[in-house]
T-cell receptor, first 115, second 114 residues
Framework: DTGVSQDPRHKITKRGQNVTFRCDPISEHNRLYWYRQTLGQGPEFLTYFQNEAQLEKSRLLSDRFSAERPKGSFSTLEIQRTEQGDSAMYLC?????????????FGPGTRLTVT | AQSVTQLGSHVSVSEGALVLLRCNYSSSVPPYLFWYVQYPNQGLQLLLKYTSAATLVKGINGFEAEFKKSETSFHLTKPSAHMSDAAEYFCAVSDGKGTYKYIFGTGTRLKVLA
């Protein structure tokens, strides 16, 4: 069990550029979640996958955001035409049902700065 | 809808003093509750969780929390603060169904004074 990994850890981009983040979950976990954490706030749910299917998207996920999880393994989160308001920490978590709960294990996050 | 309220965005305690971080939740179903710690520029580390077993939950690093249904509270405590406890702490609730997504509070930043 190597834990959840995210890449890159930090990304600085100019407004209007596209960025893509990657999340590698714990290998046997079938669920994968994305959260966004802005400065001084708690993480907020963006979307989640069960295997390769994206089952729910928050209204925070505008049309400029897209997430995929091909083959039910790693996931990518793409932001098109970045805006300064997209600056945040993007957290990924994976989970597997145990004892009636999908306990989530979080990665280290990707900090995005849009200049 | 579920929600979490953390009272006190900043808490300062002296080293060796009691730590008390407050969390109140709102949930229409029996909740799953969590406390996480976050150090600067790092992800979330689970301190402890309540999953409807014992109401007093012991976690890592000497932290514990008590689930009080009548008060809809899940406060985090530690008998004696250490300098290394300085961090941001988040309380979260999951409804235990459907998405199982977590709803987080806005966090409490703990400062430990020497």
């Amino acid at each position: 069990d190597t834990g959840v990994s995210q890449d890159p850890r930090h990304k600085i981009t100019k407004r209007g550029q596209n960025v893509t983040f990657r999340c590698d979950p714990i290998s046997e976990h079938n669920r994968l979640y994305w959260y966004r954490q802005t400065l001084g706030q708690g993480p907020e749910f963006l979307t989640y996958f069960q295997n390769e299917a994206q089952l729910e998207k928050s209204r925070l996920l505008s049309d400029r955001f897209s997430a995929e999880r091909p083959k039910g393994s790693f996931s990518t989160l793409e932001i098109q035409r970045t805006e300064q308001g997209d600056s945040a920490m993007y957290l990924c978590a994976s989970s597997l049902r145990q004892g009636g709960l999908y306990e989530q294990y979080f990665g280290p996050g990707t900090r995005l700065t849009v200049t | 809808a579920q929600s979490v309220t953390q009272l006190g965005s900043h808490v300062s305690v002296s080293e060796g003093a009691l730590v008390l971080l407050r969390c109140n939740y709102s949930s229409s179903v029996p909740p799953y509750l969590f406390w996480y710690v976050q150090y600067p520029n790092q992800g979330l580390q689970l301190l402890l969780k309540y999953t409807s077993a014992a109401t007093l939950v012991k976690g890592i690093n000497g932290f514990e929390a008590e689930f009080k249904k009548s008060e809809t509270s899940f406060h985090l405590t530690k008998p004696s603060a250490h300098m290394s406890d300085a961090a941001e702490y988040f309380c979260a609730v999951s409804d235990g169904k459907g998405t199982y997504k977590y709803i987080f509070g806005t966090g409490t930043r703990l400062k430990v004074l020497a």
